[in-house]
T-cell receptor, first 115, second 112 residues
Framework: DTAVSQTPKYLVTQMGNDKSIKCEQNLGHDTMYWYKQDSKKFLKIMFSYNNKELIINETVPNRFSPKSPDKAHLNLHINSLELGDSAVYFC??????????????FGSGTRLTVV | GNSVTQMEGPVTLSEEAFLTINCTYT??????LFWYVQYPGEGLQLLLKATKADDKGSNKGFEATYRKETTSFHLEKGSVQVSDSAVYFC???????????FGTGTSLTVIP
């Protein structure tokens, strides 16, 4: 059983399109996250949700909109895709927002390529 | 504020060599410290952690000791293998537990 699963694994799309990435966790965790990893492997947090409530919203273009229908799912919708959005996007989760003791569990990533 | 600084890579070692990847941190309060590993084409996996000063985290032959006096959490392995080739991330969890702070990652390549 995959703990944190993301779909799709690869996404190639044209500039200007709208796309979504889905994330589901079966760990019973309360907090989920979206991270963006650039070509130099640098990880930047984008959003964090705790039990469906947005708790972290970093400086991200408003073309990016997270949606959490329930605490096991956190989807990422991106409007009007740009070349600079090409990256690997990681979903992660942790229990109760208390990553202090447990750390995060990451999904395997979605490699987005905008052409 | 909170931050993590890792040694820059890439690092290339021969099999069975000794590995050290330096990590220092800045934090308020009492953070927890982690090392994550990312194998090619995969997500990040927790390698080891330490939740208080002087704790030693260990896994798969890797070790790191939480040193409060030097604000460091250096990753070490006595004898690396080709299969250890990956990107290693040092990370800090704030004592409020709300956010992780990742280092920039260090790419390790082990050659036979």
């Amino acid at each position: 059983d995959t703990a944190v699963s993301q779909t799709p694994k690869y996404l190639v799309t044209q500039m200007g399109n709208d796309k979504s990435i889905k994330c589901e966790q079966n760990l019973g965790h309360d907090t989920m996250y979206w991270y963006k990893q650039d070509s130099k492997k640098f990880l930047k947090i984008m959003f964090s949700y705790n039990n469906k409530e947005l708790i972290i919203n970093e400086t991200v273009p408003n073309r990016f909109s997270p949606k959490s229908p329930d605490k096991a799912h956190l989807n990422l919708h991106i409007n009007s895709l740009e070349l600079g959005d090409s990256a690997v996007y990681f979903c992660a989760s942790s229990p109760d927002g208390q990553s202090l003791n447990y750390g995060y569990t990451f999904g395997s990533g979605t490699r987005l390529t905008v052409v | 504020g909170n931050s993590v600084t890792q040694m820059e890579g890439p690092v290339t070692l021969s099999e069975e060599a000794f590995l050290t990847i330096n990590c220092t941190y800045t934090a308020t309060g009492y953070p927890s410290l982690f090392w994550y590993v990312q194998y090619p084409g995969e997500g990040l996996q927790l390698l080891l952690k330490a939740t208080k000063a002087d704790d030693k985290g260990s896994n798969k032959g890797f070790e790191a000791t939480y040193r409060k006096e030097t604000t460091s959490f250096h990753l070490e392995k006595g004898s690396v293998q080709v299969s250890d080739s990956a990107v290693y991330f040092c990370a800090l969890s704030s004592n409020t537990g709300n956010q992780f702070y990742f280092g920039t990652g260090t790419s390790l390549t082990v050659i036979p």
